[in-house]
């Protein structure tokens, strides 16, 4: 028995001390931070493609940052969104490989597809170093278990839309999704920055990916230093993928559909704008991308709208355009104007990142007092209640369209025309029940030219603008427009919240207006009568080819049989 028990105390120490060799072994080997070769050649890597945003140090103080929102992340802070890692931990080095590979979409960080994949693992590996946490064996990141997507259905749609409402993602996406939840406007990161909320009925625009396991991903880990809260510990995996669901079904598709062409089409009664956008059901939804107007002084380098969509519709007397945008919120006081100054010290003070006092970092929009004390976007109703201040500028919109039929290719300047083409300038301030006309011929020589003959109405609604114009096919002041012809437009939208006015705006480049007629001529007709007519016309010749030399053969033939004269 002793021998016995001897030997088993033995087995143990045996045991043990290689399990204590291989965990020694383990927390030798450290966390996944690279060789020195890799950290240097990522280093040599990040010098010239990553320092002009995220600057020297790491700490996103590059010195492009002041132009850069949402502001280049701070690496030093070990505060990353993108992950596969529970909220508060570090990434994966697998984690760094995909944010550098793919980018983060509609921000500042591109995809760098130009980059091999050992050099995309050699940057994150010197990304690693701006932090000592990264080589911190405790701090070794683990993902979490991440199941793959299981099928859509009707019923989990329904539990997400339950979900959403009960776990409070509304108060800061909004029923809809359009990002225009009450605390949209407070909502802050960890370092006191703007941040807004994604804007879930565009895909498209998430930081880390549209497709349904990423919005499960996001919706597990949290974003890393943002409101967005991780919610492992509080919904099940059933119910997560319930949400993502939900979410999944507020747009439908993760693409934005982008297209360069609005197509008009005919109806046959009086446009009635008292039936707003109920008149346009007949007509095709096109949607265009909106950049920030950085050209010409005053600039906006972020517009808050980054997608508009256009319906457009005729009768027999005008044509009519339905133009949407998202807003997170509607600025109907104020004033607002394409000729509006944003004085030189304004636009410093955005690109160096200061905030005047008592406004909001989102464009130095004012914000009333109960806003900027609201952190909390979970917090009671009666906190988001919270009446806004009056807004200084409205919400507003533009269509511009050539003042002339133009005869070439040529396209006035997208900014408002030029001297030598000149645009007609729809503009709605949304604040006023009317929109006006003016005449551009660039951005420092807007004129009001208006006739009165351009009329609208606008609506807001959940987190939505839909506004109508309307405006004579052949009006008294600018470009006729008929059946079968092809208009250069182009569209500016100003958010009052964020201060935009004047040349601070979103915009659009040159796309193309087409008045389909009203009765589209079918080619098979045409075809069809031109090969009959062609048939008829090689009947008719074969008939006198054969005709006639059909005669002179026979002719030919008869002579033949002739007897020949004999002499007497």
Known sequence: MTSVTALRGCFAILVASLCAGTMGSVRAQGPDVGTEAQRESGKNLYLKNCVQCHGEKGDGAGYATPHLYPRPRDFTTTKFKVRTTPNGALPTHQDLVNIIRRGMPYTSMPAWPGLSDQEVSNLAYFITTFSPDFSNPENAPQPLELPSAPSTTNESIELGKKLYAETGCLKCHGNLGRGDGPSAPTLMDELNHPIRAADLTQPWTFRGGSSREDIFRTMSTGLNGTPMPSFTDSLSTEQRWAITDFIASLSGTSEPGYTNLVVAKPVPDPIDLAKGAASFESAPVARFPILGQITEPGRSFHPPAVSLTVRAIYDAESIALLVR??????????????????????????????????????????????????????????????????????????????????????????????????????????????????????SADVASNDTGEVTGVASYDQGEWSVVFKRPLRATSGAALSPGQFMPLAFSVWDGFSRERGNRRGLTVWYSLYVEPEEVPSAVGPMIRTALVILVIELAIIGWVRRRYGSRARAEVGDSMQPSATRA
Request: net charge negative.
């Open 325 to 442: 945008w998202n807003d997170m919120s509607a600025q109907t006081t104020g004033k607002n104007g394409p000729s509006l100054p944003v004085p030189p010290e304004e636009e410093e003070q955005a690109a160096g990142g200061a905030e005047p006092a008592g406004t909001s970092p989102f464009g130095d929009a004012e914000v009333a007092p109960a806003q900027k004390t609201e952190k909390d976007p979970f917090a009671a109703e009666a906190a988001d209640a919270a009446p806004a201040a009056p807004s200084e500028f409205s919400d507003a919109v533009a269509i511009q369209i050539p003042s002339l039929v133009s005869t070439g290719a040529r396209k006035p300047y997208f900014i408002f025309g030029d001297a030598q083409s000149p645009v007609d300038l729809w503009f709605f301030d949304l604040a006023r029940p009317e929109p006006f006309q003016f005449t551009g011929r660039g």
